[in-house]
């Protein structure tokens, strides 16, 4: 069964750094786009980050120069590093692969307290 399966969200002051883990298996992601998208209790899926097969990243203006993403093919994982956290990043994040079809993660709260 192909899956992806997030963990490291929490509750974390502002200011204050988390980092989330997108762990694939039943099949390599290796060769595809991976990415994060978060959603904020009563608003719309906002994309967050993407990373290339190659490492190439690309990120939203909400988060640019705070929010690091970063992939290790070997393990098959995909991270998030957050910094400087605000309460506005509060939201459930979800990991994706940009493959046919394209797999999602089950989500992992992220609670900023202001």
């Known amino acids: 069964q192909v899956q992806l399966v997030e963990s490291g969200g929490g509750l974390v002051q502002a200011g204050g750094s988390l980092r989330l883990s997108c762990a694939a298996s039943?099949?390599?992601?290796?060769?595809?786009?991976m990415g994060w998208v978060r959603q904020a209790p009563g608003k719309e899926r906002e994309w967050v980050a993407g990373?290339?097969?190659?490492?190439?990243?690309s990120y939203a203006d909400s988060v640019k120069g705070r929010f690091t993403i970063s992939r290790d093919n070997a393990k098959n994982t995909v991270y998030l590093q957050m910094n400087s956290l605000k309460a506005e990043d509060t939201a459930v994040y979800y990991c994706y692969s940009a493959s046919y079809p394209a797999v999602w993660g089950q989500g992992t709260l992220v609670s900023v307290s202001s």
């Open positions: 039943g099949r390599t992601f290796g060769d595809n786009v």
């Open positions: 990373i290339t097969s190659g490492g190439s990243t």
